[in-house]
């Protein structure tokens, strides 16, 4: 559904952009099943050269953050559809945050080998799921809608 008017070529690949931020992120939780299964690694291969400079910047992940939330949500200049997949971005890079937090506090549990496992593997598989399917449904021209997250975007983005 494309809510307020049509969308342009140029908009729907600058959307779908803001979404390689949780999709870096969330690569770490990926270990196990990348370990595990070393041919899916070859689909993030691509991912590579930016995985080094995410990794290699100190607080890159802090300052891309604040700079889309700054340059491109809060700007009314900005066409609707873009701060919508930005602002997503950003709540599934909290997301993944917060998933990250309960995994800290799953690790201090002894003999939680297998459930972190377990939990690496499902908060990876997830993220690139909604990922694949927002970075599908913005080249459409569609709004992604995920149950729970979409709700917070329409609160935040005017």
């Known amino acids: 559904m494309s809510l307020r008017g049509s969308t342009?070529?140029?908009?729907r690949i600058?959307?779908?952009l803001p979404?390689?931020?949780p999709l870096i992120e969330v690569f770490a939780f990926g270990q196990f099943l990348l370990n595990d299964f070393p041919f899916l690694g070859i689909i993030f291969l691509p991912l590579l050269p930016l995985l080094r400079i995410y990794y290699g910047v100190r607080y890159a992940g802090l300052i891309i953050f604040f700079a889309l939330w700054l340059l491109v949500v809060r700007n009314d200049k900005i066409s609707h559809f873009i701060r919508f997949n930005t602002m997503q971005a950003i709540i599934l890079?909290?997301?993944i945050f917060l998933c990250s937090i309960l995994t800290d506090i799953v690790k201090l549990v002894p003999g939680?080998?297998?459930?972190?496992?377990t939990l690496y593997t499902t908060i990876?598989?997830?993220?690139?799921?909604?990922?694949?399917y927002?970075?599908?449904q913005s080249l459409m021209g569609r709004y992604a809608e995920i149950p729970a997250i979409s709700d917070a975007v329409y609160m935040q983005v005017r």
Do not use: N, W
Not at 8 to 11: I, L
Not at 112 to 117: I, L, P, W
Not at 124 to 132: E, S
């Open 8 to 11: 342009t070529v140029p908009d």
């Open 14 to 16: 600058f959307a779908s």
């Open 19 to 21: 979404y390689l931020l």
């Open 93 to 95: 890079d909290i997301v």
């Open 112 to 117: 939680s080998g297998f459930a972190m496992q």
């Open 124 to 132: 990876f598989m997830g993220i690139v799921v909604t990922v694949v």
């Open 134 to 136: 927002s970075v599908v």
